[in-house]
């Protein structure tokens, strides 16, 4: 697993910078409810997609929670005020707050299913009657575009079932007095893997199967370094947003 506060000042450069993050504040302000004024982004990390949805966002006002020190000074950077440092399992607002709630390329991160859940509940707790949360979905199948990087990492050990998997995050927002609300997609620009890029993931922790210094870690590395164009991006991932909404009378 990465250390996000090890990765913070550089984490945006290496995830597609703000082409990715601009076609994930548009895709997310397509599912948010009209007039909404009240706007909570869930571990909203370097702050750099919370940023164009304050920027975007008319007349709204827009908060951000990570819990990671690092990630929280550089979002304040960009939304001075506007940021909190909590754990997205205990948010710290009162029931019913926000007319909105996001939690972009969040839940896949959580350490069980139990905390995935538990994440969902409390975006559902801070959400208004008629308010909608607006999530990613199957992050890691996002991934999975049919290039040759990809044909060499099917070999590594399986990962546990994910965590944002489609049909369990509606489980738990249904459990949660949450409603279908729609759907969406977006390109995650700038983020094909090529060969260098996915060794040096590799080797910073990203494969929670291959952890990094492990013989069978090295194994997958020099696969991937004896594949063509090692610099050549393959195709960008495409990712999945669901939205969900709290009935109105709830």
Known sequence: MLDYDKEAERYDASRGGEP??????????????????????VGCGTGIVTRRLAAVSDGARVTGVDRAPAMTRQAATRLPGAVVLADSR????????????????L??????????????????????????YVT????????NVGSDVDAVLAARPPSPAARDAADRVTGYAA???????????FTGRGQGRSPRRTI???RRGWFVTLPPGEPLAETFAAR???????DRPR????????????????
């Open 175 to 185: 459990d949660h007095g949450l409603v279908p609300a729609g759907q969406a997609r």
């Open 224 to 230: 991937l370094a004896a594949l063509p164009d090692p």
């Open 200 to 202: 040096a993931d590799l």
């Open 20 to 41: 990715r993050a601009a076609a994930a504040a548009e895709a997310v302000l397509g599912l948010l409810p009209e007039g909404t004024r009240q706007l909570l982004d």
């Open 136 to 143: 990613t979905v199957d992050k890691a199948a996002a991934h």
């Open 90 to 105: 205990r948010l710290p607002f009162p029931d019913g707050r926000f007319d909105a709630v996001t939690s972009v390329w």
């Open 235 to 250: 195709p960008d991932p495409v990712f999945t947003l669901r939205a969900f909404r709290r009935p109105a009378g709830a």
């Open 107 to 132: 839940l896949h991160l959580a350490p069980t299913p139990a905390d995935a859940r538990a994440i969902v509940a409390e975006c559902a707790r801070v959400l208004r009657p008629g308010g909608v």
